[in-house]
C-alpha cells in the first residue's frame, strides 16, 4: 500500500479502535483494497471501465505484468551460449 493510506488508515484505526487500532486501521484498509482488486478482476468483463483491472493505485503489484512485445526468434548471429562468442572483425 501507498505510504500515506498506510498513515491514514492507522490515524483512523487508532481513531476508532484506540491502541490496537494501530494494527487494525491499516488491515482493514488492506482488506478493502485486496476486495477491490478481487471484484475488478472476477467481473472485468462486465464493467464498463469505471473499476479497471489495475485499480488499486495504492497497492504495489508482486505479480509481474505480461510483457506486450511479442515473442521472437533469436537472430541467426547471435551465440548460442556454448563456447566463447564469435570475434568481431576489425577495419
Same mark, same amino acid.
Given at each position: !500500500?501507498?505510504?500515506?493510506?498506510?498513515?491514514?488508515?492507522?490515524?483512523?484505526?487508532?481513531?476508532?479502535?484506540?491502541?490496537?487500532?494501530?494494527?487494525?486501521?491499516? !488491515?482493514?484498509?488492506?482488506?478493502?483494497?485486496?476486495?477491490?482488486?478481487?471484484?475488478?478482476?472476477?467481473?472485468?468483463?462486465?464493467?464498463?471501465?469505471?473499476?479497471?483491472?489495475?485499480?488499486?493505485?495504492?497497492?504495489?503489484?508482486?505479480?509481474?505484468?505480461?510483457?506486450?512485445?511479442?515473442?521472437?526468434?533469436?537472430?541467426?548471429?547471435?551465440?548460442?551460449?556454448?563456447?566463447?562468442?564469435?570475434?568481431?572483425?576489425?577495419?
Amino acid at each position: !500500500m501507498h505510504e500515506l493510506m498506510v498513515f491514514f488508515s492507522t490515524l483512523g484505526g487508532i481513531a476508532m479502535f484506540g491502541a490496537s487500532g494501530f494494527i487494525i486501521g491499516p !488491515m482493514i484498509a488492506a482488506l478493502f483494497l485486496s476486495l477491490l482488486d478481487i471484484y475488478s478482476a472476477e467481473y472485468a468483463d462486465d464493467l464498463d471501465g469505471t473499476l479497471p483491472v489495475s485499480a488499486r493505485p495504492f497497492l504495489r503489484s508482486s505479480a509481474p505484468s505480461p510483457d506486450p512485445t511479442p515473442a521472437r526468434a533469436p537472430s541467426p548471429a547471435a551465440p548460442s551460449g556454448r563456447g566463447a562468442p564469435p570475434p568481431i572483425p576489425k577495419n
